[in-house]
């Protein structure tokens, strides 16, 4: 704050996108109170505007600082603290293509109203506060639009899909035609099924939060210029994105890689927490497999030890089946081990547990 200086991030190589950057960011500070700058990798590649707007507000929040500083007579207390999710939202997410600003709190608008007023004056009349009867979330169908970007499946409007799966190491998209058959020919159908699911990618990308390695799986398409096409609409689509993202071109296999950088977990990560019946497989074993394991258990154990009687307490899907298809394999494994087997289901089993008790 109290230094002329502007520098810019080592990460950022490019010569001339440095050399833009400390421009910019220097025109900045001159028209406005004096301050020094650290320009960090994030800002690569971002619009005069946005950077001018950022300068300007960290200004206004370092003169609110020394005003608080100067006012300050009460001692030891506190004097800036990060900003609450609605107002970083207002700062993150507002500009000028938002038209209003609709909050159902009244509290809430009042600090929203206050931060705008102060550090964001081109907002001033884009808040509005909701009264309305219906809850805010429904009028605007948001908790419907939540539940959607927590499916794998993602329906295009032409009928096909996107299937979003997300590992540790990367997230993958698939885009099927489903459906959709086209008026034409195959080609064209692949061709404007691939181009529908660019603008459904981008966008799912930005309401999932999903970041890192990303691999999207295209349907082939033998015509390299609806190739080239097909990537130009992505790169578009991203545009709007606040985080950085980088293309690669439409691979042999027709793979495009790409790359959104972090920011913060994703919209699954933070609303959902690991199945505890298949701890993130996915799947979980068939009550026919859970069977046969049941069936070797319990040779080990009439093997291991001399009894009479042995109860399997499992869930009710296993002991249903050994009760009813497999009661014949049951019968012929009490000869085979000259003792008999009794079942009892356990409700609080999941269906891969089970457990032999000797009678």
């Not at 006012?71 to 603290?81: P, Y």
């Not at 061709?191 to 999207?216: M, P, V």
Request: one cysteine or more; a negative charge.
């Amino acid at each position: 704050p109290n230094s002329t200086h502007v520098g810019v991030s080592q990460r950022i190589e490019a010569s001339e996108e440095r050399q833009r950057l400390r421009e910019v960011v220097s025109r900045c500070s001159d028209l406005h109170l004096p301050g020094g700058f650290i320009v960090r990798t994030v800002a690569e590649g971002i619009s005069d505007a946005a950077l001018e707007k950022d300068v300007l507000f960290l200004r206004r929040l370092w003169a609110e600082f020394e005003q608080r500083m100067r006012d300050n007579s009460a001692g030891i207390q506190l004097l800036h603290e990060d900003l609450s999710l609605p107002l970083r939202t207002v700062r993150d997410l507002a500009n000028e293509e938002v038209e209003r600003i609709r909050i159902d709190s009244r509290t809430v608008y009042d600090q929203v109203q206050h931060f705008v007023e102060k550090f964001i004056p081109e907002l001033t009349g884009h808040v509005d506060l909701y009264t309305g009867e219906p809850p805010i979330f429904d009028i605007y169908a948001i908790e419907e639009e939540i539940q959607k970007a927590l499916k794998r499946k993602v329906v295009l409007k032409s009928g096909g899909y996107l299937i979003i799966d997300q590992t540790e190491a990367m997230t993958t998209i698939d885009v099927n035609t489903g459906g959709f058959v086209g008026h034409r020919n195959l080609e064209e159908t692949i061709f404007k099924t691939n181009l529908e699911a660019t603008q459904a990618i981008a966008r799912q990308l930005r309401l999932r939060n999903l970041g890192g390695i990303i691999i999207i799986d295209l349907i082939d398409m033998a015509d390299e210029e609806h190739q080239r096409m097909v990537e130009r609409s992505l790169e578009r689509a991203l545009e709007r994105d606040h985080a950085k993202t980088q293309i690669c071109r439409v691979s042999q296999l027709g793979l495009i890689q790409m790359t959104r950088k972090r920011t913060r977990e994703s919209l699954e990560h933070i609303l959902c927490e690991t199945c505890p019946t298949c701890n993130g497989r996915g799947t979980v074993k068939s009550p026919e497999t859970v069977c046969f394991e049941i069936y070797r258990e319990l040779v080990r154990e009439a093997r291991a030890f001399a009894s009479e009687q042995m109860l399997v307490l499992a869930a009710a899907q296993v002991v249903d089946l050994m009760l009813d298809e497999q009661s014949t394999a049951v019968a012929e494994l009490e000869e085979f081990l000259g003792c008999s087997i009794r079942f009892q289901v356990e409700s609080l089993y999941t269906q891969e547990q089970f457990d032999i008790v000797l009678m």
